[in-house]
């Protein structure tokens, strides 16, 4: 049986939050707020993959290194001076070994300028071919979360440039019981960083992973929101109490509820590496600083499935922003741009390329099911072209660029361009090219069979 608050010897546990992901800053005074109410652990996210599967192919991080530098600085003041451990998940953006080995570079460089000497602890996620291939010889239960890829294959993990773990509880709880006073996470669950030192403190874990979920945004569930700005927890026996750090925003029974909502396709349920959270009988109470929070329930699963994240290099990438406003070109683009394709087909082949044409201010972000049907007066056309040589894709984009501005229709009643260029040069190359290649559940034989804890680069 793990040990009760009680018998820890601690009512309530503090865990403080000051951003949504580090690099996006707090306000100074936030932090001295949260800091003055005496938190017991800071816990902060420091990556995500909305922002696509090339930070992770690419081993960059996607948060500027100054505003890293600048996050730190304040945060690892705070660990020496209050004697509480900080604790970073998702290093780097993606979480990968480079991502990692980045971001304590970044805390060297801090720690130097503080002339501060703490342990740094490392839980690295990163997850080899060998072993993935592994996995599915001996038959292990693996689930595709994408919708889209299908079961995992070996040529798939074959095929992937980089493939890391989001890890669970378990090696954060971990690497707390060695006593590091910095935590750097590999790619791992949001909520880790926030729910670890209470469910190892013998916190209820419902409660303490639906506190996490609500802090790990900073101060997006207050009103009004902001991921750049902070929010302490505040954890007991049965309920817990968010509050904002920022006078100019508070905490609201709407603003938390709407923020339990946040990246879940069942509003009831949180999963997390074992279980699930209940959130089906949650209440929601205003308190004097805050909001008051009852209900969360964990259910445990009888499969320890953790996600496993992996890219493919699929060429190289070059874009070009247009805008149009003749209607007359609006109304026939679809027919353009077919005809465009046709001519394209012919010159270049079939093989070894993607063209594909975004239409902003018609149909771009939902498509085919978009609801509204008003006609639109300009549109900004956005053409990505991913070609398996820069040379091809800038050829391609070149070609279709010119095409669109040219091309002609009857009666056309102008010959000058139908497309105007905000950005010069027009055709800009992006670099490489990366699509998600893993995206699939894959059962553990033991919470920690993953996550390798290490001090500091070892």
Request: charged share 25%.
């Amino acid at each position: 049986m793990p040990p009760t608050c009680e018998s820890v010897g601690g009512v309530e546990i503090r865990v403080l939050s000051p951003t949504a992901i580090l690099g996006y800053g707090f306000p100074l005074e936030s932090l001295r707020r949260g800091l003055a109410m005496e938190p017991d652990v800071i816990g902060v996210d420091a990556g995500s993959t909305d922002p696509g599967p090339y930070y992770l192919g690419e081993g960059i991080p996607f948060v500027s290194e100054h505003n890293v530098e600048r996050d730190l600085y304040f945060l690892l003041k705070a660990v020496g001076e209050k004697g509480i451990p900080l604790i970073i998940g998702t290093a780097g953006g993606s979480g990968a070994e480079p991502h990692v080995r980045w971001l304590l570079g970044v805390i060297e460089r801090v720690l130097k300028r503080l002339g501060a000497r703490l342990r740094v602890g490392v839980i690295w996620s990163d997850v080899s071919k060998e072993w993935l291939l592994s996995k599915l010889e001996e038959g292990a239960y693996i689930e595709d979360l994408s919708g889209y890829l299908g079961p995992l294959s070996p040529s798939m993990v074959k095929s992937s440039t980089r493939i890391v773990a989001q890890l669970g509880l378990e090696p954060f709880m971990k690497a707390l019981k060695e006593g590091f006073d910095v935590i750097v996470g590999g790619r791992s669950v949001d909520v880790a960083p926030f729910a670890s030192l209470p469910v190892m403190k013998g916190f209820d874990k419902g409660l303490a992973i639906h506190m996490a979920k609500i802090l790990e945004c900073g101060a997006i569930a207050a009103e009004p929101g902001s991921g750049s700005d902070g929010m302490i927890g505040i954890l007991r026996k049965n309920e817990f109490e968010v509050i904002a750090l920022n006078p100019s925003r508070r905490a609201t029974p709407l603003s938390v509820a709407e923020h339990s909502l946040y990246e879940r396709t069942d509003p009831y349920r949180e999963y997390v590496p074992g279980g699930y959270v209940d959130l089906s009988n949650v209440t929601y109470e205003e308190s004097p600083e805050g909001v008051v929070v009852k209900g969360a329930r964990w259910i445990e699963s009888d499969r320890y499935l953790v996600k496993v994240e992996g890219v493919k290099l699929v060429g190289h990438r070059v874009v070009v922003i247009m805008g149009a406003r003749d209607p007359d070109f609006i109304g026939r683009l679809d027919y353009l741009l077919d005809s465009i394709m046709g001519e394209v087909k012919t010159y270049y082949g079939n093989d070894g390329f993607e063209v594909h044409v975004h239409v902003y201010g018609r149909n771009a972000v939902l498509g085919p099911v978009e609801p509204e049907k008003t006609p639109c007066h300009e549109v900004c056309i956005l053409l990505d072209v991913i070609a398996d040589t820069p040379e091809k894709a800038k050829a391609l984009a070149s070609y279709i660029r010119a095409r669109l501005l040219h091309i002609g229709w009857p009666g056309r009643k102008t010959t000058a361009g139908n497309v105007a260029f905000p950005l010069s040069p027009s055709d800009l190359y992006v670099g490489r090219a990366y699509r998600w290649s893993i995206w699939h559940l894959v059962e553990l034989r033991d919470p920690l069979e993953l996550g390798k804890i290490t001090g500091g680069g070892g």
